[in-house]
């Protein structure tokens, strides 16, 4: 009773390839699967399908992490072919990114939705045809006064901000721990858990 098949996860994060972007808050999905590669002592060392990835095993499983290095509005390119290549279930996808209306320091985790305006959820919506997969958000809040919120994703993270993300990325890796452990629903009590 207790063998099990082994699952094959693929978890994808979202952000803009190049320095240029790296501590923007459009980019805190490539964040997540660093912090989540650095736990596992995963190392991104190969170039699949337009994205960096890296593989191993976890919690009795395997995953798959990956960096599409299209710019966000096409990451459904790489995330396709991948989901398509390994044979990935969309129950067994799941896709890390920002979200505006999620305040700094907030993750929340949900099977399916929309995109709520996210050019790179889009893109996937598109080259998938389904929205019913595992989503991660992780909230960078909402700009300031009258900033145009494209302006806003693509600026660099306070200090401050750095630091509540920090906290936030170590709680979304349990949370991932969780979901591939016991299944959505008990990631999504603890994960979805107001912090306060």
């Keep these: 009773m207790n063998r099990r098949q082994t699952v094959t996860y693929l978890i994808v ?6 320095k240029e972007y790296h501590l923007n808050r459009h980019n805190v999905g490539f964040m997540f699967l660093d912090q989540l590669a650095a736990e596992l002592g995963f190392e991104f060392s190969r170039h699949q399908f337009s994205a960096l990835v890296t593989d191993g095993p976890f919690e009795g499983n395997k995953i798959i992490l990956a960096k599409p290095q299209t710019f966000m509005n096409l990451v459904g390119r790489s995330v396709g072919p991948l989901t398509r290549y390994y044979r990935i ?5 799941i896709v890390a990114y920002d979200d505006l209306d ?8 949900r099977p399916a939705g929309g995109s709520a305006g996210h050019k790179g959820m889009q893109s996937i919506f598109e080259n998938l045809g389904t929205k019913a997969f595992t989503r991660l958000r992780i909230g960078i809040g ?4 009258e900033m145009d919120p494209a302006d806003y994703v693509l600026q660099k993270f306070s200090q401050v901000e750095l630091q509540m993300l920090e906290v936030s990325l170590v709680g979304a890796v349990d949370c991932i721990r969780l979901f591939i452990r016991e299944g959505i629903q008990a990631a999504m009590t603890y994960c979805n858990s107001p912090s306060e």
């Design 13 to 18: 994060g979202l952000g803009n390839p190049g």
């Design 142 to 145: 909402r700009p300031p006064g």
């Design 102 to 109: 999620l305040p700094s320091g907030t993750i929340r985790l």
């Design 89 to 93: 279930s969309t129950s067994d996808l």
